[in-house]
């Protein structure tokens, strides 16, 4: 991967497998996997790891800075950080912890909505903040992350 090496908070990182194919994880400041993320990054497609790794540090930090984490995280505190990537969202949502960032467009909120979407249905089958795995898997537009736009 190009670009500066970052050491101190979570990071996406390359890694080569066991088997021998590359792929990204997430690591913590600590430089140890962050499991959680690793664990949902490894049943993702080729190619497809890294842009949700990079998703995936983003929500992750966002977590910390918000004093959360995933297995306390509610589909209320979801929507406020699909709200703080630029997702339309009717109220105040907080603190965003993404200052001197751009809002994501259309495309990439479908992809963050999809990513997150997958790894908590992923950390709820390990019994990991079963809650929101059961209300993201009601299939209804009023759960959804991201609303459509016409």
């Known amino acids: 991967m190009g670009g500066r ?16 194919r590359v792929s990204c994880t997430v690591v913590d400041t600590d430089c140890s996997v962050v ?10 497609a080729a190619g497809t790891d890294r842009t949700y790794a990079y998703v995936l540090v983003d929500h992750l930090r966002w977590l910390r800075f918000a004093g959360l984490d995933a297995g306390s995280v509610s589909l209320q505190e979801l929507r406020h950080y699909m709200a703080a990537l630029g997702a339309d969202y009717p109220g105040p949502f907080g603190l965003p912890g993404r200052e001197n960032k ?9 992809t ?8 908590c249905l992923h950390l709820g089958i390990r019994g990991v903040n079963r809650s929101l795995a059961e209300a993201l898997r009601v299939p209804t ?8 736009r016409r």
């Open 141 to 148: 537009a009023a759960l959804r992350l991201v609303p459509s």
């Open 112 to 119: 963050a909505a999809a990513c997150l979407k997958g790894f």
């Open 35 to 44: 499991a959680e993320a690793d664990g949902f990054l490894r049943t993702c």
């Open 5 to 20: 090496l970052v050491v101190g908070e979570l990071r996406v990182q390359e890694i080569v497998r066991g088997d021998g």
């Open 102 to 110: 751009r809002p994501y467009g259309h495309s990439a909120l479908k």
